[in-house]
């Protein structure tokens, strides 16, 4: 069954079965827009992920069929990631100002099981891909996992093709003197 018909089931004979079968399709994707525009910490993301399944649950009855559904999810679950971003920051910027000047500590570690799946590279790679900013981590998990077409990604991203490529460009060129700095 398509996305498409699970998304009519969900909505018309109110099938959550359907609603679970489209999530777990859609699960890893989710889990790296989400590592790529929102919070750090695992635990963290996982809650942040539980809000965007709540808010596409709500809004799948909204969906027109008009646009392609992984648009409409991306942007939903990108626009979900960076909204909770600026609450920490100005949560952050608030505890500062009122004098608390806690010292908030993000863990970067991964947990034990990715530890030892991914080794050390792969944490160096990740440490470097949080270097740069939100908006270059957005377009390469687009563009290189996701395999996105640059229509599809401004699309999401609310940007022109042309705006797109050349923002892609930069961000591939600054991936890339990050990792030579690195090496």
Request: aromatic fraction near 4%; hydrophobic fraction near 35%; avoid cysteine.
């Amino acid at each position: 069954m398509n996305d498409e018909d699970l998304i009519r089931r969900f909505i018309i004979q109110d099938d959550k079965k359907a609603f679970e079968i489209l999530v777990r399709r859609k699960l890893p994707t989710l889990r790296r827009i989400v590592a790529a525009a929102g919070p750090r910490s695992p635990e963290d993301r996982d809650d942040l992920l539980q809000e965007v399944l709540i808010k596409l649950h709500r809004a799948l009855v909204h969906y027109r069929f008009d646009a392609p559904l992984n648009t409409w999810i991306f942007r939903i679950t990108r626009n979900a990631a960076l909204d909770e971003e600026k609450k920490r920051r100005r949560a952050q910027a608030r505890d500062l100002k009122a004098g608390t000047r806690e010292v908030i500590h993000r863990s970067t570690a991964e947990n034990p099981e990715e530890m030892t799946l991914a080794g050390e590279r792969t944490r160096e790679l990740r440490e470097l891909f949080y270097q740069l900013p939100e908006p270059d981590r957005q377009l390469l998990l687009l563009r290189e996992k996701e395999g996105l077409s640059m229509e599809e990604m401004g699309s999401i991203l609310g940007l022109s093709t042309g705006t797109v490529k050349s923002r892609l460009s930069r961000a591939r060129r600054r991936a890339r003197k990050l990792y030579e700095e690195a090496s």
